[in-house]
């Protein structure tokens, strides 16, 4: 069993700020971890993606997400937002025998100018 | 082109009348995916395709039917559609493996009156 759970459902910060948003999931086997974002009246994208090796990846625009398997998380990070960067941001684990997504509630990002 | 296509954008339908949803995609992935998406809760897989063979989620098995009569498209049928299917419905496509991206269409907005 798998599950995802973004604690934060919304954020708003200032643009230029930098920006963290948190998620925590559980896997019963090594999680496959992922990041999309949804921008207004558009499909999900996937931003980023980690199995292994270093526990920093770098995603899209800026983006990067820490792997902490000992917190069982996955935070999402960039240095500076910009206004464009408003969207819903879902954290999704996949694991088991198959390449199933478990998604979380997602965050709701607005960069205020 | 990693476009998946979804028509309607926008359905409206009667209590217990059948609502059929389509997707597309000319990617040649293995893997077609639904999501039902409600407000403020997490994607939610309904059912997959890999190939030709349907998998269907244990908690919306019978609620829930699919059709992919070819490698480009797959459908969502819903038999009798309650007020409670009232959602927002994504397709996606992969290549199927659990490091795949999975490419999102732009959903299908049900309203059910």
């Known amino acids: 069993a798998q599950s995802v759970t973004q604690p934060d459902a919304r954020v708003t910060v200032s643009e230029g700020a930098s920006l963290q948003l948190r998620c925590k999931y559980s896997?019963?086997?090594?999680?496959?971890l992922f990041w999309y974002v949804q921008y207004p009246r558009q499909g999900l994208q996937l931003l980023l993606k980690?199995?292994?090796?270093?526990?920093v990846v770098q995603g899209v625009n800026g983006f990067e997400a820490e792997f902490s398997k000992s917190n069982s998380s996955f935070h999402l990070r960039k240095a500076s937002v910009h206004w464009s960067d408003s969207a819903v941001y879902f954290c999704a684990v996949s694991g088991g025998s198959n390449a199933k997504l478990t998604f979380g509630k997602g965050t709701k990002l607005s960069v205020k100018s | 082109d990693t476009t998946v296509k979804q028509n309607p954008r926008y359905k409206l339908a009667r209590v217990g009348k059948p609502v059929n949803l389509i997707c597309s995609q000319t990617?040649?992935?293995?893997?077609m995916y639904w999501y039902q998406k409600k407000p403020n809760q997490a994607p939610k897989l309904l059912l997959f395709y890999y190939d030709k063979i349907l998998n269907r989620e244990a908690d919306t098995f019978e609620k829930f039917q699919s059709s992919r009569p070819n490698n480009s498209f797959c459908s969502l049928y819903i038999g009798s559609a309650g007020l409670e299917y009232s959602a927002m419905y994504l397709c996606?496509?992969?290549?199927?493996?659990?490091?795949?991206?999975?490419?999102f269409g732009p959903g299908t907005r049900l309203l059910v009156l």
């Open positions: 996606a496509s992969s290549r199927g493996g659990r490091l795949d991206t999975q490419y």
């Open positions: 896997s019963s086997v090594t999680p496959y």
């Open positions: 980690y199995y292994s090796g270093d526990p």
């Open positions: 990617m040649n992935h293995d893997t």
